[in-house]
């Protein structure tokens, strides 16, 4: 009994250990520390595997995009019809089935004679080729084979209507006058418009037929007064009738019209020159190298005019402006005309003449140039 005693009492007694130590739960310092470190590592993978699956998703929706973009884009392209590859001429599609009628119209044509054809569905067929055709040709700029295709369809309907202008034209360009003032002659029955009446009028000329084209030319003036072809050819007409006043008129007329047209301007001195109506061309040259600056033949005519009007110093001005203009061959080829003999004893002419052969020599020696901005044009024939 007295044990037990001793031992309760034992539980009570006071010593030096701490009871709430033994109630209050301890970790190790190493298991936090792994703990941590666990939960950092899962912080890194959750943020590394996020990442991964937000790029993917980006890139799948990309995919998808272009996909969808693509799909749409071929579906157009289907849509679209592709024109077939003409290897002659560009035709527009109405117009294709002429390609694979060539054969047969060659066919046709050599089963039969030439003339007149009937009005059938064959020859009416056949026209249409030979026209379409020509239209073609015309676009692709090749008026020989075009002529060729519209002889064929007139020979086959040789009334047809809306043709022969396109082919009096054509023949006006290759200079047969006579086949083309038959076709205009033609157009024009059909209908009056100003260029058929044009065209038509200088048909007669090449045709040397002055009063026929006279009288187109009057015509075209009251349809047209402004017209400057009509005035031109007026002019050239009356050159060739050597109706002389009407052809400077029409000249002056045309170029008050067209004054950039610079070969009719010296065409129309040279014109004047010859005619030797020097104050007129002295005028007009004068006037005209105001605009032009820059073209060696038009001084060189101004001075040879000049000289004939007894103007020696303007004489030699334009002489020395033409030379800064070309090569010194051609200045001496000039300046040795006819028509500067009035000048040649001049002191200041023989200047020119020494100083052309001066350059003109060293310009023949090898590695010589040709100075900067000389042009190189050709002398007219004497008599012009």
């Not at 005693?5 to 520390?33: N, T």
């Not at 693509?70 to 590859?85: A, L």
């Not at 029409?250 to 047209?261: A, G, M, R, T, W």
């Not at 004893?345 to 100075?371: C, H, M, T, Y």
């Amino acid at each position: 009994m007295h044990k037990r005693k001793d031992e309760i009492q034992d539980i009570y007694q006071s010593s030096d250990r701490d009871f709430e130590d033994d109630f209050i739960p301890k970790v190790a310092q190493e298991i936090i520390e792994d703990r941590q470190r666990d939960l950092r590592r899962s912080q890194i993978a959750s943020f590394f595997f996020g990442s991964l699956v937000l790029v993917l998703s980006v890139a799948l929706v990309a995919v998808v995009i272009r996909d969808f973009l693509s799909e749409r884009k071929i579906s157009q392209k289907v849509r679209i019809p592709e024109t077939p590859y003409i290897p002659r001429y560009s035709l527009p599609l109405d117009a294709l089935w002429v390609m694979d009628y060539q054969q047969a119209a060659a066919q046709a044509e050599a089963d039969e004679k030439p003339g007149p054809k009937p009005l059938s569905v064959k020859w009416v067929k056949n026209a249409a080729y030979h026209i379409i055709m020509g239209q073609q040709a015309l676009a692709v700029n090749e008026p020989k084979q075009a002529l060729e295709h519209f002889q064929k369809a007139v020979e086959i309907y040789p009334d047809i209507e809306g043709l022969h202008r396109a082919v009096g034209i054509l023949y006006l360009r290759r200079e047969e006058y006579a086949l083309a003032a038959q076709h205009l002659e033609k157009a024009l029955a059909e209908k009056e418009e100003p260029d058929v009446v044009n065209n038509l009028a200088v048909a007669y000329i090449g045709t040397e037929e002055y009063d026929k084209a006279e009288k187109l030319l009057k015509r075209l003036l009251e349809l047209e007064p402004e017209n400057p072809g009509c005035h031109k050819n007026l002019a050239t007409l009356y050159r060739k009738m050597k109706l002389d006043d009407k052809a400077c008129f029409h000249f002056e007329k045309y170029i008050d019209l067209q004054p950039n047209d610079l070969d009719t301007m010296q065409t129309y001195a040279l014109y004047l020159a010859k005619l030797r109506r020097w104050k007129e061309a002295a005028d007009f040259l004068t006037k005209l190298t105001q605009q032009v600056t820059d073209v060696a033949p038009v001084y060189f005519l101004l001075a040879q005019v000049q000289v004939q009007n007894g103007q020696q110093e303007k004489a030699l001005a334009a002489l020395k402006r033409g030379i800064q203009l070309t090569d010194p061959e051609l200045a001496l080829a000039w300046m040795r005309r006819d028509e500067f003999d009035k000048v040649r004893g001049a002191v200041d002419f023989k200047n020119l003449i020494d100083q052309l052969e001066i350059a003109s020599v060293s310009l023949e020696k090898p590695g010589a140039a040709q100075r900067p901005g000389e042009t190189r044009t050709n002398p007219p024939p004497a008599g012009q």
